[in-house]
């Protein structure tokens, strides 16, 4: 069983920062790619960023310049998303994806989401 666990969502002011974590565990051969996307009340949900296993990332337009994806090396089961300048437009639900590799298969999974709401 493959899991997402996502981490560090909360209540900020505008031009504020905060630090998403999601920690994949379970029966896992490799992790290609990890992401995160979002879904703002009333809204789709969108890409917000996405990185690759060579590290290759691509961001949002709206996001670029103020959030930085990454991914823990040693063990390339964890991706964090650190979040500057904050607007209160980036207020959504937070979900991390990944394309995992399992014994059963390649699979994308999600996490169960963490809520960021920035205030003006």
């Known amino acids: 069983q493959v899991q997402l666990v996502e981490s560090g969502g909360g209540k900020v002011q505008a031009g504020g920062s905060l630090r998403l974590s999601c920690a994949a565990s379970?029966?896992?051969?490799?992790?290609?790619?990890m992401g995160w996307y979002r879904r703002a009340p009333g809204k789709q949900r969108e890409l917000v960023a996405r990185?690759?296993?060579?590290?290759?990332?691509?961001y949002a337009d709206s996001v670029k310049g103020r959030f930085t994806i990454s991914r823990d090396n040693s063990r390339n089961t964890m991706v964090y998303l650190k979040m500057n300048s904050l607007k209160p437009e980036d207020t959504a639900v937070y979900y991390c994806?990944?394309?995992?590799?399992?014994?059963?298969?390649?699979?994308?999974?999600w996490g169960q989401g963490t809520q960021v709401a920035v205030s003006s």
């Open positions: 379970g029966r896992i051969i490799s992790i290609n790619d």
């Open positions: 994806n990944a394309q995992i590799s399992g014994v059963s298969g390649t699979f994308g999974y």
């Open positions: 990185i690759i296993s060579d590290g290759t990332t691509n």
